[in-house]
């Protein structure tokens, strides 16, 4: 899987009932991301800071879909300690991937881990379906959801306009103006532009 890629689109059954994946993203952007097993410490953690962003995703036009390869009822069960852990209800759904076939569709089955189960793999898709960026950590180390949203959030700032965004960059914070753009232009067009190298302007970051 490359950025740029169509993500592949599947049907799978999950917490929430079956989906087809295009379909249920709809023209919003997607969350896809994978954990190894139910009822394991990390990713009991991992799913519970999911559910308390809602909000969040709500706000970036996101919805969040987590894959397993356990089955649904484990997945129901769990969904319990998750709730209970985490603070806040599970309202997303998780696909019960026993076939691996969404793992395999995705390659996130790691070789040489001595099991079939899947690591932990992020993917944002956007509105078109494409893949935007992609994460993959090992399955000791828990993801930091602040810098998923930070991300989504760069990607989208970088679709509303000829922009990028520098490093560390959080949600507020100036934009860089591409270098297709020149100063003059970049002046006219945008608010608070700094030129600091002829290649590297800053601005202003829009608002909605």
Not at 37 to 60: H, S
Not at 65 to 94: C, F, M, Q, R
Not at 96 to 121: C, F, Q, W
Not at 124 to 129: N, Q, S
């Amino acid at each position: 899987m490359r950025l740029g890629d169509t993500a592949p689109d599947f049907t799978a059954e999950t917490t929430e009932g079956e989906i087809s994946f295009h379909d249920w993203k709809g023209d919003g952007w997607a969350v896809l991301f994978s954990h190894p097993a139910d009822f394991t410490p990390v990713c009991t953690t991992e799913l519970g800071r999911v559910a308390a962003l809602k909000d969040e995703w709500a706000q970036r036009n996101a919805k969040v879909l987590a894959v397993s390869v356990d089955a649904i009822d484990d997945h129901n069960a769990w969904k319990k300690d998750i709730e209970e852990v985490g603070g806040s209800a599970v309202t997303y759904p998780i696909i019960a991937d026993k076939d691996r076939k969404v793992a395999e569709l995705y390659d996130m089955i790691h070789p040489n881990e001595g099991d079939t189960s899947s690591v932990r793999s992020v993917f944002l898709i956007d509105p078109k379906g494409k893949v935007r960026l992609s994460l993959t950590y090992p399955k000791s180390a828990g993801r930091n959801f602040d810098e998923i949203l930070r991300a989504l959030d760069a990607l989208q700032v970088n679709d509303a306009g000829p922009f990028s965004t520098p490093a560390d960059w959080k949600k507020g914070d100036r934009i860089i103006v591409a270098p297709t753009v020149s100063t003059d232009d970049a002046r006219e067009k945008f608010k608070d532009v700094e030129e600091v190298k002829p290649y590297l302007r800053y601005a202003a970051a829009p608002t909605a």
